[in-house]
């Protein structure tokens, strides 16, 4: 069974950081495409960030320039990097991974989320 774990949330005042983790675990043969996606009260999930195994990055436009997203292929996790948040950045944050596990089925796995919350 494969499953990913995120953490690394909390609450910031605004200007200030914090850097998101998730890691992957299980039966594990490769992982493709990860990625850091938020869903904030009344609003629909929303991607923030993505990178492919081969580094190539996606950002939202509303998150460019502030947050970097990073990837350890050895250790199977993925980071995100959150500086300058703003009150709006607030929501909940989930990791995505596009894994094939050692049974050569693909799969789309979530974490369970953290909470990042800007305020201060």
């Known amino acids: 069974q494969v499953q990913l774990r995120d953490s690394g949330g909390g609450l910031v005042q605004p200007g200030g950081s914090l850097r998101l983790s998730c890691a992957a675990s299980g039966n594990i043969f490769s992982i493709n495409d990860m990625g850091w996606y938020r869903q904030a009260p009344g609003k629909e999930r929303e991607l923030v960030a993505a990178?492919?195994?081969?580094?190539?990055?996606d950002y939202a436009d509303s998150v460019k320039g502030r947050f970097t997203i990073s990837r350890d292929n050895a250790k199977n996790m993925v980071y995100l990097q959150m500086n300058s948040l703003k009150p709006e950045d607030t929501a909940v944050y989930y990791c995505n991974a596009e894994i094939i596990n050692t049974y050569m089925s693909y799969q789309v796995l979530w974490g369970q989320g953290t909470q990042v919350t800007v305020s201060s």
């Open positions: 990178i492919t195994r081969a580094d190539s990055i």
